[in-house]
């Protein structure tokens, strides 16, 4: 294959991965924070 196909495969290769890593930090940063909320605020879990 060529360089230029190469390096069309790693653009869309680190697309892909950090996009799912960005989804999976978001994930946890909002239930750490819907759990925060719970604890020092008595607010629902489901707002």
């Known amino acids: 294959m060529n360089i230029l ?3 069309l495969v790693f653009i ?3 697309t892909g991965a950090l ?3 960005y989804i ?3 994930l946890f940063a ?5 759990i925060y909320r ?4 008595h607010a629902s ?3």
């Open 24 to 26: 999976i930090v978001s």
């Open 30 to 34: 909002v239930i750490f924070y819907k």
């Open 5 to 7: 196909m190469w390096i």
């Open 38 to 41: 719970k604890v020092t605020c």
């Open 12 to 14: 869309g290769g680190t």
């Open 19 to 21: 996009s799912t890593l």
């Open 45 to 47: 879990l489901y707002d």
